[in-house]
């Protein structure tokens, strides 16, 4: 269903549409204005269990949809399905994007560390790479070190892992050997969604394979990425989008078109709805166990560390606002710009400190770091 949609969705390219059209507008003052600025440091740090935010040279990230940005930015012009739809607006993502006055990770971090590099700007048509149908060739200049995919899945991230060591080798302001790199990993909705789908099978990526493949690939950055700091962001209850978009008039004409990719078979089931979510809790396990055995060994030029914001997180409780009406289901602009306040707050707290939930009426103050301020490895 999906595929017939991008078909569809390729057409008006050829007909002169320029994906420059819909880069962001500047729009906001830095949220930071108000944080004092750190006075530079007395030297600088040699190990990843030191950093202040403004060592953070290097942003970098794999993962799925959410973090390309789909749709974040809604329907541009037109009905669904159309070009416009399907959208990554890689400039708005929480955790890549770097559109001018766009609430993102790299925006924060920028506001202590002008050279910062690795951010995605503007919106191009969406790069698919969905488990064995993943086309190469895909990237854009503009997605950086934004190697996430849309529909990508844990087995995909080895393939996202090689663009951005590529890319990491090749940036000239990047110095591959000493500048500190901090890399979000955001993946598993895909996979649980994945599971329900009659021509997979019906074969769920189970927490154990779940677990093999996130240690492979961190195995795989610290052989071949120096001084990085992993962020390894938990997984969300995916069937609470439905209970927030199922009453609702036009998302259920959407997902009835049946244009629209989203987990639609998990959604129509109450007992695969359960399944799902009790997968991504237990992927979430995995996650902190991992986190343990990288504390342990106190690398001086790799650290893991797990976000747990969205581990709680009620999307019932949000509004439909904060769901892109592309298709009832990614983030928006407004739920992007939340997450970005949520991750960078939690940064800078051990875990037991950080948030494990976040909702849009928080009002979460922008954390303004000190001196002493140190992301917390712990
Ligand atoms: C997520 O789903 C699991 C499985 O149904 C449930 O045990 C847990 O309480 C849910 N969490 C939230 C925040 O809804
Ligand atoms: C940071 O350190 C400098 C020099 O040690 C000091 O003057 C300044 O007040 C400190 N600022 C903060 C926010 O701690």
Known sequence: MYLRCLLLAFLPLALGASPQEYFGEPSRTSPLAA?????????????????????????????????????AK??????????????????????????PAALTLPNLIQHYRRDLVGASTGSHLAEI?????????????????????????????????????????????????????LITIFIGNNDACFGCEPFSGHTYLSPELFEMAIRALLEKIRFNVPRAV??????????QVWDL??????????????LVFECTCAFLSPILRTLMDTLIQSYNDRLASIMKSYQNRQ????????????????????????????????????????????????????????????????????????????????
């Not at 006075?39 to 970098?60: H, N």
């Not at 960078?344 to 103050?365: G, I, T």
């Open 35 to 71: 944080c004092p600025p750190l006075p530079p440091r007395a030297s600088p740090p040699d190990s990843v269990y030191d950093l202040r935010v403004d060592d953070i040279k290097v942003i970098a990230a794999l993962g799925d949809s959410i973090t390309a940005g789909l749709g």
């Open 74 to 99: 809604g329907i541009v012009r037109g009905d669904p399905p159309s070009f416009e739809n399907t959208m990554e607006d890689r400039g708005v993502s929480f955790s890549m994007g770097g559109d």
């Open 129 to 181: 790479c969905y488990g064995p149908w993943c086309p190469p060739f895909q990237y854009r200049p503009s997605d950086n070190m934004n190697a996430a995919q849309s529909g990508a899945m844990t087995s995909n991230l080895e393939y996202e892992l090689t663009y951005l060591i590529t890319r990491l080798r090749t940036d000239q302001a990047v110095d591959f050997e000493n500048d500190f790199k």
């Open 230 to 239: 992993v962020n390894l962001m938990m997984g969300f209850n995916v069937s």
């Open 245 to 258: 978009t199922h009453d609702d008039p036009y998302c259920s004409k959407l997902r009835n078109s049946g």
């Open 299 to 378: 690398d001086p030029g790799f650290a893991v560390i797990v976000d747990p914001l969205l581990k709680n997180i009620r999307i019932q409780d949000w509004t439909l606002e904060h769901l892109s009406n592309v298709d009832c289901f990614h983030p928006a602009v407004q739920a992007h710009e939340v997450l970005a306040k949520g991750v960078w707050y939690n940064l800078f707290r051990s875990s037991e400190d950080k948030l494990n939930v976040v909702a849009p009426d928080d009002e979460l103050p922008i954390w303004c770091p000190t001196n002493e301020s140190r992301i917390m490895m712990t």
